[in-house]
């Protein structure tokens, strides 16, 4: 029997017993024709391009914006121009604070960017490629109207215009404070030729009423009993704006404005959630267009969640959906790393939430930030009759079979692991732990790895005697290097292309690389270059802890990239992780794994098979490997059981 509503939205009710959906880093997409299988079907959400687009010194990234051919975003404290070519140009220096930095054009009229960050307003001449700072102080967002730059005060509720077509010139007599309700504006923009501006309680929007000097006037009708509850999610959507709201009476609900009239798009699940958080008033909202679809990213810092609705058509409901980083290291979800958007030089660019760095956003790419693996769970609803016994006999997942590996010759070393048939590549008791890390959060400086990868398996010696390490596959490595960072004797060693040195790599070999003393407070190399070393190898590739070298007990391996050409194999076969619950989703079987099928494998299911006897069926599966999986439906063989 098919399963109803296998796929679907993400809502997870009050209560577990009611409803468990769970939806994340996938989107849920609408059949639009009749004839297909499954009313709704799940497309994976984007990855990112790794190495990114482009890397700063300083952190994080907090606006993003494209004008005229040109892209501009603001890392930190600086203001930067990017070009196609992925060169960043420091156009100048900005105040900091916890807010997003905002930017708005005046396009050709004035040939002015407009960048507020940090309370003060900022303007970039670029034709002149002049960078002036122009209010130093009272300034939380800005934006562009007809020839008029303006800026929000939300401390005083005052909006503040510059000259017509000048950005260099603020008259300082040349502000609306509001008056038409007791709550000041907190957060103001430009949707639709008009400038929508919304306090704690109320909101309107403001029109070009043609008066002088000060030529923008409330438009009276437009008065609406919703406001704010976090300034920076008010954002333009789809030929309007969401924001997440607030009124005199509670906060938590997400509107999207219908005409002048806010339109709750949120659900009580997802409200019961946002309500449930510490903190909600430094959520974020920004949006993108891709494929068809509208997406407004409602991110919260502090709850470390990220939500995202897609409302692709006025004729179909939105759907919530939810992403992630997924910490491989304590199995959480966190908040989703891509934070604001421009669409430049024909990609969609975002920043990064917590690191210096501007990514391509892509649904080709399967890997997240730090080139890490993104994991995608759905857990289905709940299969119940009447609390009746039911034997469940077999579970199969409808899904795009097939497809296998997007690289069907290369391993990355990250990915050895899933080989299996030495049961793990690292052997032998000379290594006293292994584990996957962050690149960053061991302290290794994310620019000494030209490849781009920032994550590495951490091998700590524990003998000087015994097989460290061994790669259970025969490989030629004519292409490819196999790149590590060594701390050994207390200073690090890069070792660029280990193949380079020795097929047995011993610790009588030093490497080429200058040796550099850590700093006493992080495990940390300077910024020094690598030019990894290309050479021929057949065999495997392994590396002891024997002979007369400076190795010893204590010294950590950091293997980074190891990209090594499997001889005439493939990878291993793409797995679906599948877990379940009897009890409506209070505890869960372990998980189990199957194949998707090899590449070109067509006819290859999915299926789980003797799962025994329940009352409350919750299905959850997932996946973490960077196959496109496309999920289409669930089916279940079921028969009653004794009640």
Known sequence: MRIPNFCGPDH???????????????????????????????????????PPFAEFAEAPGRGIFEDRGKAFTVIGQTFYELDSAQTKTSRGTVATNSNPATMASNGDGGDEVQITSGGKLYMWDVAGSAFTTEVTSGVTMGDHLDGYFFYLDADTSKLSISDLFDGTTWDPTQFLQRSDAADPWKAAIQQGGEIWAIGGK?????????????????????????????????????????W?????????????????????????????????????SDAIGWTYEDRGHKFYVLEFPTADATWVYDRSSLDLPGLWHRRSKFDERTSVHKAYRPRFHALAFGKHLVCDGVKGAVYEMSVKEGRDVDAAPIRRERRAPHISNENKQIIVDEFQVELERGIGSADSNLLNVNDALA???????????????????????????????????????????????????????????????????????????????????????????????????????AWQRTNEPVTPVSTDLTGNFRINGNGAGSFTSGDVFYFTNARIELDGGQLPEPMVMFRYSKDGGKTWSNERTVSAGKQGDYRARAIFRRLGLGRDWVFEIAVSQDSPYRIIDGFMEARPGAH
Do not use: C
């Not at 009423?209 to 954002?235: D, H, K, N, V």
């Not at 002048?260 to 946002?274: F, K, L």
């Not at 032998?428 to 959060?441: C, M, N, Q, T």
């Open 12 to 50: 997870t009710g009050q209560s577990s017993i009611a409803d468990v959906q769970r939806t994340m880093n996938w989107i849920p997409e609408f059949a639009e024709v009749p004839g297909g299988k499954g009313g709704v079907r799940l497309y994976p959400s984007p990855g990112v391009v790794n």
């Open 202 to 242: 109320t909101g309107g929007v403001l029109y070009n009423a043609g008066t002088s000097p000060y030529p923008f006037a409330p438009r009276t009708e437009s008065f609406f009993e919703r406001g704010i509850a976090a300034p920076f999610t008010l954002a333009r959507f789809a030929g309007t704006v969401m």
């Open 244 to 280: 997440l709201g607030a009124s005199e009476s509670g906060h938590g609900i997400v509107y999207m404005a219908m005409g002048y009239t806010p339109t709750r798009v949120s659900d009580y699940a997802m409200e019961a959630q946002i309500q449930n958080y510490s903190t909600i």
């Open 419 to 521: 080989l299996g048939a030495a049961g793990s590549w690292v052997i032998g008791s000379g290594a006293s732990s292994v584990e996957r890390v962050i690149i960053a959060d061991e302290g290794i400086v994310s620019t000494d790895l030209p490849t781009g990868i920032k994550t590495a398996y951490k091998v700590t010696l524990n003998a000087a005697s015994s097989v460290l390490v061994a790669l259970p596959v025969a490989l030629t490595a004519a292409l490819h290097d196999i790149e590590a960072y060594v701390l050994a004797g207390g200073t690090w060693a890069g070792r660029p292309n280990l193949l380079a040195e020795s097929g047995e790599f011993t610790g009588s070999s030093t490497g080429t690389a200058t040796a550099v003393t850590p700093t006493t407070t």
